[in-house]
């Protein structure tokens, strides 16, 4: 079988701008961009004429078989990552979790051993979940030694992997002196718990109790909080599934203010809102139970304003399923819900739709969003997240005219439930190809277990350190500091 694929006669689109072009593939890699490329002999030919040619989608919010709240989301890394190519994305970047008191490189060797099966590529953030001096230690071996640029703070799941303001404080500086970036789960943990005890005590113990607990105020002050430490002490910050108004003025602000702040959101935020809570179909309101909650539709105009005026740079899923009966151990506690959603299929189409489709982001700010932001903000751009020479030949043919109806008939998720089911949306994936190999075609999934490669992402160096208000209030510290302050 050749190693070599001409992609003909489509618009290619990067982040930047968009252009009639070919693309032609040597083995992993672009090896030529341009037009009226020739074939080689025995090159494999896709004819792209009337579609779009993009990087591949990069998710960088994803759970596969992630332990949590008492069970295992049911998605793994190859169905996962099976999902992924059938709607475009080539990329996912997971969290792993160590338990509190557990180190984070005995659980960087499990989540790197699950990942074993992927047949598309993937990286891991790191969860800080306590602190201590080794944690401080192993944030270092993970960044030199293993490329690992991230690392992921529960403001929330309080007797679980929430973390308080000194650890966040800590390894906000830690994550500084590596060149790594800090990212939070924006709630404020106390205070969701105490809605909870008091909302389930009013006798409501139904999923509709648990948005009632978490409102935008309790992002709203996470998300600031999280903003203005990473600002004091200097490091950039990634906030992750904003939701809300509220988080989302936080950010804006932290940006205005110089400070380096990213803002993601989900695809499912930007088009379901809390009315799911209301149906009174159990299955289906529980099935909706992921944290932050659905908002009311006001939240998502303020989310796709966002997107557009740039307070959002990327747009995940958090992809992280669970399964009817796993749903049912909160059947009468909204508490003990499972919190999570699908979407890592989904996730393109329904931002082309209800983006593009209807002018509200241009192509090149979708391949932004969908792929190239997360690719520059995580450290892997240009290898990934652009079509250019020496690029990994991570590419989807994008059909724009393609309709498809979603829902758990047509999705390649192990769930049994789908939150955009019955969605019509126009366009979608015709051909995935990961580092030049196709994945889907024709509606056809071909994984191959195993072939996803583990990226590594190194620290940063310049841009990480170019705080403003870092500088007014910190000599610069030595890039590797050692000390460990408890
Ligand atoms: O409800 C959610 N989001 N579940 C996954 C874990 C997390 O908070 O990201
Ligand atoms: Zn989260
Ligand atoms: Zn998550």
Not at 28 to 43: C, N, S, Y
Not at 379 to 398: C, E, L, M, Q, Y
Request: hydrophobic content about 40%; some cysteine.
């Amino acid at each position: 079988m050749s190693d070599t694929t001409l992609i003909r006669g489509g618009t290619i689109v990067t982040a930047e701008r968009e252009w009639r072009g070919d693309v032609l593939i040597a083995g992993e890699k672009v090896a030529a961009v341009g037009e009226g490329l020739q074939a080689p002999a025995g090159a494999k030919v896709i004819e792209a004429g009337g579609a779009y040619v993009m990087p591949g989608g990069i998710d960088p919010h994803v759970h596969m078989e992630l332990p949590f709240m008492g069970t295992v989301s049911v998605d793994d890394f190859l169905s996962g990552t099976a999902c992924a190519a059938a709607g475009g994305t080539t990329m996912i970047i997971d969290f792993c979790i160590p338990a509190p008191q557990q180190s984070m490189l005995e659980a960087y060797k499990v989540w790197r051993e699950r990942a074993r099966k992927a047949t598309a590529d993937y990286s891991f953030h790191m969860a800080v979940t306590w602190w201590g001096e080794q944690v401080f230690n192993e944030m270092g071996t993970l960044c030199r030694e293993h490329g690992v640029n991230s690392f992921k703070h529960f403001m929330a799941y309080k007797n679980a992997i929430m973390v308080d303001d000194a650890t966040l404080i800590a390894s906000f500086e830690r994550a500084r002196d590596l060149g790594a970036i800090c990212m939070v789960h924006a709630e404020n943990g106390d205070l969701v718990f105490r809605m909870q005890q008091e909302i389930f005590a009013r006798g409501i113990h139904g999923p509709e109790g648990h948005p009632l607990s978490r409102g935008p105020e309790v992002e709203g002050e996470a998300a600031n909080r999280a903003c203005q430490i990473a600002g004091v002490v200097g490091v950039p910050l990634y906030v992750v599934h904003t939701s809300c108004r509220q988080a989302m003025d936080a950010i804006a602000r932290a940006k205005l203010a110089g400070h380096r702040v990213f803002g993601e959101s989900l695809v499912q935020h930007l088009v379901i809102d809390d009315s799911v809570y209301r149906n009174t179909d159990w299955r289906s309101a529980a099935h909706h139970v992921m944290s932050p909650p659905f908002r009311a539709p006001d939240h998502q105009q303020a989310l796709w304003g966002g997107l557009q005026g740039g307070t959002i740079e990327v747009i995940g899923t958090d992809h992280c399923t669970f399964r009817t009966e796993q749903k049912a151990a909160g059947k009468s506690d909204f508490r003990k819900i499972p919190n999570g959603t699908g979407g890592l299929e989904e996730r393109m189409s329904v931002l082309w739709h209800h983006g593009v489709g209807t002018g509200r982001i241009t192509p090149c700010e979708f391949v932004a969003a969908t792929s190239a932001n997360a690719a520059r903000i995580f450290n892997i751009h240009p290898r990934k997240g652009t079509i250019a020479v020496g690029s990994d030949a991570d590419i989807v043919v994008w059909d724009p005219k393609a309709t498809r109806t979603l829902g758990v008939k047509h999705h390649h998720s192990r769930n049994d439930f789908n939150i955009f089911e019955g969605m019509q949306v126009t366009g979608a994936a015709a051909v995935t190809l990961s580092r030049g190999t196709i994945l889907w075609q024709d509606g056809k999934l071909q994984p191959r277990e195993g072939r996803g490669q583990y990226i590594e992402r190194p620290c940063f160096t310049d841009y990480a350190r170019s705080q403003t208000v870092r500088n007014k209030h910190f000599a610069p510290t030595a890039v590797e500091r050692q000390e460990f302050v408890p």
